[in-house]
């Protein structure tokens, strides 16, 4: 049970705390120059994390273990940053961008899932997609 728990509890610590830096990021700061620096000390800490973590282990024979999901995911990660960091400095709300991005997403995988992954959408899935769309109707009026 713990193994399906601490996961999520991670993702929402680590979101919440996206979220208040990416609102708190100066609007004088251009958002490529703070990436840079955000994405350098994210480098240095997973290096440290994995020889830490990794005692005889090789990071070169690992690297060449990686796809080209590696490579894409680093370029949508900067557009998930950049998007965050424009729409905190457009004037959305961190409670109304936060959950309109979510909802959307979290109704945008169900049609992504079945169409990639084959897997099935479901009654109760059909009926959170109607409740998550009035939902954003009400958290944006």
């Known amino acids: 049970m713990w193994a399906m728990i601490y996961p999520v509890l991670i993702i929402v610590f680590s979101n919440i705390l996206y979220n208040i830096c990416t609102k708190s990021t100066p609007n ?4 490529f120059a703070t990436l840079s620096i955000t994405y350098l000390i994210a480098a240095a800490v997973s290096f440290a994390i994995f020889f830490i973590s990794s005692k005889g282990k090789n990071i070169i024979s690992e690297f060449g273990k990686t796809n080209w999901t590696t490579f894409v995911l680093g370029v949508v ?3 998930l940053e950049l998007g965050y960091i424009i729409a905190y400095r457009n004037g959305w709300t961190m409670n109304t961008a936060s959950v309109t991005a979510n909802i959307t997403l979290a109704v945008a995988l169900i049609f992504v899932s079945a169409l990639f992954y084959k897997e099935t959408i479901t009654v109760k899935q059909i009926a959170g997609i109607v409740l998550c769309a009035g939902g954003l ?3 944006n009026l």
């Open 77 to 79: 990660i900067i557009g």
């Open 28 to 31: 004088e700061v251009n958002a």
């Open 137 to 139: 109707v009400l958290v």
